[in-house]
C-alpha cells in the first residue's frame, strides 16, 4: 500500500494548469518554512485527511470530465511513493502538472525519465545568497539540480515562479534570480508574484504586512525570457 499524506481534494480548477481542467492533489507537509506561505496547516500537516485509496477513488471517478491532474502541497516531492501514484494517476489518462520547491532532483528527475509529467511549476524561492533567509533551509543545491535537469530537457514544458515579499526579497535577488535562469537557459516566462494578503489569512511566518510592494520598473530586463508580473 503507498504511503502518501494527502491533505485535501480540490475537485475542480480553471486556474492551476494552463489550458486545463483540472483537479488538485494537495500533500501534507514540506521541507521549507517560507513565511508568507499561505498553507502553513498542510505544511506542518501531520498523516493527511484521505487515504490513497480514497484518493484514488476520487480521480476515477472523474476520468473523462477532466483534463489534468495538479500535485501540489506541501510537496509532494518528499515522498518516494509519488511516483507509483503518478503512474496510477497517468493510466487514467490524465495529463500532469507538478508544483515543486525543486528541493528532490532524484524524484524529478524519476517521473521524467517515466514519462510521467505534462508540466512542471518550479518555485525559485530565493538566490543562493537570502535562500535560507526565505526558506529557513539550505537545500539551494539540491533546487539547483533540478532547475538544471529542468532546463536541460525539452520534453516537458515548464515554468519558474518567485514569490516576493520586499520585507525579504527585493530588486536586486530578482535580478540575480532572472541572471542565473538565464546562464542556465531559461527561455519561456519568469513569473514574479507580489505578495498580497488583504484578508489577513494566516501565514507561516510572523511576517509584517507588506508595506512596500516589488518595484518592478527597476528589474533588469534579460533578453532571453519574459517577465511577468503577478499578485500571489
Request: aromatic share 10%; glycine share 8%.
Amino acid at each position: 500500500m503507498l504511503k502518501l499524506p494527502v491533505y485535501a481534494l480540490t475537485p475542480f480548477t480553471l486556474l492551476d494548469y494552463p489550458g486545463k481542467t483540472a483537479c488538485i492533489v494537495w500533500f501534507s507537509g514540506c521541507n521549507m518554512r517560507c513565511g508568507y506561505c499561505h498553507n502553513p496547516e498542510i505544511v506542518k500537516g501531520g498523516k493527511g485527511k484521505y487515504s490513497v485509496e480514497e484518493t484514488v477513488a476520487f480521480l476515477e471517478k472523474r476520468k473523462g470530465l477532466l483534463d489534468g491532474v495538479v500535485l501540489s502541497g506541501g510537496e509532494a516531492t518528499l515522498y518516494k511513493d509519488i511516483v507509483p501514484f503518478t503512474e496510477t494517476v497517468k493510466d487514467f489518462g490524465y495529463a500532469v502538472k507538478l508544483d515543486t520547491n525543486g528541493t528532490r532532483p532524484d524524484i524529478v528527475r524519476t517521473l521524467l525519465e517515466r514519462n510521467l509529467l505534462d508540466y512542471v511549476a518550479l518555485d525559485y524561492k530565493a538566490p543562493k545568497s537570502a535562500f535560507h533567509k526565505v526558506t529557513e533551509t539550505d537545500l539551494f543545491a539540491p533546487f539547483s539540480k533540478t532547475l538544471r535537469l529542468l532546463t536541460q530537457q525539452d520534453d516537458v514544458p515548464f515554468e519558474v515562479r518567485t514569490t516576493v515579499h520586499s520585507g525579504l526579497l527585493g530588486t536586486d535577488e530578482i535580478d540575480e534570480i532572472a541572471a542565473d535562469l538565464a546562464q542556465k537557459g531559461y527561455r519561456t516566462t519568469y513569473y514574479v508574484q507580489n505578495y498580497i494578503n488583504n484578508n489577513g489569512e494566516p501565514v507561516l511566518g510572523n511576517l509584517a504586512a507588506q508595506t512596500t510592494p516589488l518595484d518592478t520598473k527597476s528589474l533588469a530586463r534579460p533578453p532571453d525570457f519574459t517577465l511577468s508580473f503577478r499578485n500571489f
